[in-house]
């Protein structure tokens, strides 16, 4: 289950940074397209569905795929945006 949801989230992203790049291209703003891009290829799951970039095998430090670094991403790029009071309520009514 956690493999299908990581999935439609990495098609969701690459859909949305498409996007993004065509607009980037009108605005000169593919660098940070580029960049983006990037980090998240060095976050991909590897194949027992963890992050390639989070976990170490040194360290037997495993993180599930999506890692932080999708998250993140995703609440910036996919997500709504919300007045910055509003998520600072909800992230008080979640501790």
Wanted: some cysteine; proline content about 4%; hydrophobic content about 40%.
């Amino acid at each position: 289950m956690t493999y299908v949801l990581g999935a439609v989230l990495r098609d969701a992203m690459i859909n949305r940074l498409a996007t993004l790049d065509a607009l980037a291209h009108k605005a000169n703003i593919q660098e940070l397209s580029a960049a983006i891009r990037e980090i998240l290829a060095l976050h991909q799951p590897d194949s027992h569905g963890r992050c390639r970039g989070c976990s170490h095998r040194w360290r037997r430090q495993h993180h599930k795929f999506p890692c932080r670094v999708w998250l993140i991403a995703h609440r910036h790029l996919l997500t709504p945006a919300r007045p910055v009071k509003e998520f600072r309520r909800v992230q008080r009514g979640n501790q």
